[in-house]
């Protein structure tokens, strides 16, 4: 069993910052790509941003010099930091993962709860 837990959303002014962070645990042999998906209310899933285990990164282009990803391997955590927030990033951040729980394993996809974000104007 893989977990991924979300936290550090929160309510926040426009224009503030918010760090999001996402820890993974349990059945952890080795995570490839981990990533940050939003959902506003009425809308679609999108993708905001994934990292490759090797440091390699993407972005949605209109999140791009706002939003930076990260990740601790060490730590199996990912992070997201949001500044120069917009009323428009409301949403639900969720964390998403690709593991291998076992040298034989094979890979499986993972989603966290999600955190809530709330940027006020």
């Known amino acids: 069993q893989v977990q991924l837990v979300e936290s550090g959303g929160g309510l926040v002014q426009a224009g503030g910052s918010l760090r999001l962070s996402c820890a993974a645990s349990?059945?952890?042999?080795?995570?490839?790509?981990m990533g940050w998906y939003r959902q506003a209310p009425g809308k679609q899933r999108e993708l905001v941003a994934f990292?490759?285990?090797?440091?390699?990164?993407m972005y949605d282009d209109s999140l791009r010099g706002r939003f930076t990803i990260s990740r601790d391997n060490a730590k199996n955590t990912v992070y997201l930091q949001m500044n120069s927030l917009k009323p428009e990033d409301t949403a639900d951040y969720f964390c998403?993962?690709?593991?291998?729980?076992?040298?034989?394993?094979?890979?499986?996809?993972?989603w966290g709860q999600g955190t809530q974000v709330t940027v006020s104007s």
């Open positions: 998403n993962a690709d593991v291998r729980s076992s040298r034989a394993g094979g890979w499986s996809n993972y």
């Open positions: 990292i490759l285990s090797g440091g390699s990164t």
């Open positions: 349990g059945s952890l042999f080795s995570i490839d790509n």
